[in-house]
């Protein structure tokens, strides 16, 4: 399933919404270091991947946007070990 990826600039966080929820990860700019903090799927939505997926998407914007991602949160570290094939998007 394919979800539309929104910057919401002012919260610092991309998010998904999905069926009144969202789903998001939270991140600090420190000058185009991109310091993923915290990542947020919603019970409803839980075990569906969507973790995965939303991050997918944030290190492609990232990328896009010529920034480097950090690991700061539980979940994106475990996935940067997880998917070395991926350092490219990270610091």
Known sequence: MSYTLIHNAN?????????????????????GEMHLTHTFVP???????????????????IKKDNKK??????????YQEKHPEKSDFFV
Do not use: S
């Open 43 to 61: 019970d409803e939505l839980a075990g569906k991947g969507l973790a995965k997926t939303l991050l997918e998407d944030v290190l492609e914007q």
């Open 69 to 78: 991602a950090v690991a700061q949160c539980t979940y994106i570290i475990k």
């Open 11 to 31: 919260a610092c966080q991309y998010e998904y919404h999905i069926d009144g929820y969202i789903a998001y990860i939270i991140y600090d700019d420190q000058n």
